[in-house]
């Protein structure tokens, strides 16, 4: 037998023993061509208008872009940033609003660590400072209440508690992930899910060979995760033989959907900056690259700007922002 012949029949032994049942995807997309993959098919796409409605100072677009929250605070998407007095000279860290609509911002303070500030009167009034021995960078805000606000960060959850004006670190862990009534961790092929009510005993725990391909040695990495209206859990776990893949939790089953669109494998994805438009579509960044999967269970790819960040304002539309502007997406 020739040695291209053996060759052929080793590479078909391999193509035949590889198992791709398990995905199954609606949809198998590159960015934005085609994907090198087991399913490679044509990423569609669409081109999104956007139109103009506010023009912002670059202040205020700066501070915008570090956090979104500033733009649910006021009825439509005109509210600034830069119609509020300056808090300091110090870099912003998070700015957000509370569930009984008071404005608040979190900046660097120093040697003192972090402060924590509360706009009332007219003015900036500071609360009190994180601890600032507990070393740590800010990931995005949890949830905000009158009573406290749960962050996000690089050393696990940190809460400020308001009436106490004291700050504390809950957990010492990167691992888990979190929405605004749940959390996720995936921990040894299992995956998690927490209510906030109590963080060391799951509500659901699921057994992800029965999704996903596991593998000694590789972890099944949450790469994403994003709560909608109705507390579905969207999330984007990593498959041990090629990527992420898109799931969806309603509350009593997990249900796996589809792969996500990309060309290339890599075992450290960033999803980030989900967002859910009026038509019920989930947009999400892959790598710095935005898509949406659609309510037909197909992934797309916006023709736009995509240096814009993307966030819904209080009327349910999609607007995106970049220095100086804010656009509303006409979808």
């Known amino acids: 037998m020739k040695l291209s012949s053996l060759w052929a029949l080793l590479l078909l032994g ?3 023993s590889c198992d791709l049942s398990l995905f199954e995807p609606t949809d198998y997309p590159p960015s934005p061509t085609k994907l090198n993959g087991p399913k490679a098919r044509t990423l569609a796409s669409k081109s999104i208008p956007l139109k103009e ?27 600034a940033l830069g119609r509020f007095p300056e808090l300091t000279n110090q870099p912003l860290e ?50 905000a209440t009158a009573q406290e606000h749960w962050f996000q960060t690089t050393k696990g959850l940190v809460i400020w508690d308001v009436k106490q004006q004291k700050g504390r670190l809950v957990e010492e862990t ?11 961790k995936s921990d040894n092929q299992q995956l998690q899910i927490y209510s906030h009510t109590n963080l060391s005993q799951p509500v659901a725990e699921y057994d992800l060979s029965q999704f996903l391909y596991t593998r000694k040695g590789i972890k099944n990495s949450l790469f994403g995760v994003f709560e909608d209206d109705t507390r579905t859990l969207w999330l984007v776990v990593k498959d041990g033989r090629w990527d992420g893949v898109l799931m969806k939790f309603n509350g009593q089953t997990l249900e796996k959907l589809t792969l996500i669109p990309v060309s290339d494998y890599d075992s450290g994805r960033s999803v980030s900056d989900f967002v859910q438009d009026a038509k019920g579509n989930l947009w999400m960044n892959v790598d710095g690259v935005r898509y949406y999967y659609s309510i037909y269970g197909q992934w797309i790819y916006p023709r736009m700007e995509q240096s814009l960040r993307i966030f819904n304002d209080t009327e349910g539309n999609l607007v995106g922002i970049k220095p100086g502007k804010v656009y509303r997406l006409e979808i």
């Open 14 to 16: 391999l193509l035949t």
């Open 53 to 79: 409605v506010d023009t912002l100072s670059s202040n205020a677009a700066s501070a915008l872009i570090i956090s979104p929250y500033a733009l649910m605070l006021s009825d439509s998407v005109t509210y």
């Open 94 to 143: 998070v700015l957000f609003s509370d569930d009984e609509g008071n404005l608040w911002a979190v900046d660097k303070d120093g040697a003192l660590g972090y402060g924590v500030h509360r706009y009332s009167g007219g003015t900036w009034v500071k609360e009190g400072n994180f601890p600032a021995d507990v070393k740590f960078r800010f990931n995005e805000l949890v949830k």
């Open 174 to 184: 990167s691992e888990r992930l979190f929405t605004q009534n749940f959390s996720l």
